[in-house]
């Protein structure tokens, strides 16, 4: 059964520094990898999304992946207190189905 | 997202009643899911769609039906609810809208409770 592991958390950091959020997966196979941010209450929120071995970044995001190892992360710069929610990592496969597979999400916590 | 409406938002039930959700999107893009999302699971697969009249098994199908004789809406009925499916909904399209990326845009979601 394909896996995806996170931390749940809380994490907590304080305003402007660097939040890191790692997720590890079981299938060797899997070839793409995404950050959903979640609000309490509200809908997953994709953020990021990253396809090979390396780092992706999209302003204060940056998503690494190493698929030797099998994890991948978000890093958050600057953290600010609208960071503070709940960050879902989901992995596809790609053998043949759409299904994705998600973590059970860490959860952040930015402190003023 | 405004794109996907989901109905109802909220919906509290009774055991062996029957319950649909509707899930519809304002494009014609192909892949549609359902999730359900509880404490101590994350997000999980009920059922998928990747165009019309064709829908596929999830992680987690039993105890639901699902149909899709138009692009735009996705259905999820629970065709006895239990208990067990006290949770919240999440419809979601692929973004791209040709199922190649596997990016996958989610609904306001609807919370059922069952009693």
């Known amino acids: 059964q394909k896996e995806v592991e996170q931390n749940s958390g809380p994490l907590s950091v304080p305003e402007g520094a660097i939040a890191s959020l790692n997720c590890t997966y079981s299938d060797r196979g899997s070839q793409s990898f995404f950050w959903y941010r979640q609000y309490s209450g509200k809908s997953p929120e994709l953020i990021m999304s990253i396809y090979s071995n390396g780092d992706k970044e999209d302003g204060r995001f940056t998503a690494q992946l190493n698929k030797a190892s099998q994890y991948v992360s978000l890093l958050i710069r600057d953290s600010q207190p609208s960071d503070s929610a709940t960050y879902l990592c989901?992995?596809?496969?790609?053998?043949?189905?759409?299904?994705?597979?998600f973590g059970k999400g860490t959860k952040l916590s930015v402190i003023p | 997202d405004a794109g996907i409406t989901q109905s109802p938002r909220y919906k509290i039930t009774e055991t062996g009643r029957q319950v649909t959700l509707m899930c519809h999107q304002t494009w014609s893009h192909s892949y549609m899911f359902w999730y359900r999302q509880d404490l101590g699971h994350g997000l999980r697969l009920i059922y998928y769609s990747a165009a019309a009249d064709i829908t596929d098994k999830g992680e987690v199908p039993d105890g639901y039906v699902v149909s899709r004789s138009k692009t735009e809406n996705f259905p999820l009925t629970l065709e006895s609810a239990t208990r067990s499916q006290t949770s919240v909904y999440f419809c979601a399209i692929d973004k791209e809208g040709t199922g190649t990326t596997y990016e996958q845009y989610f609904g306001p979601g609807t919370r059922l409770t069952v009693t």
């Open positions: 989901a992995v596809h496969s790609g053998a043949g189905s759409y299904q994705l597979t």
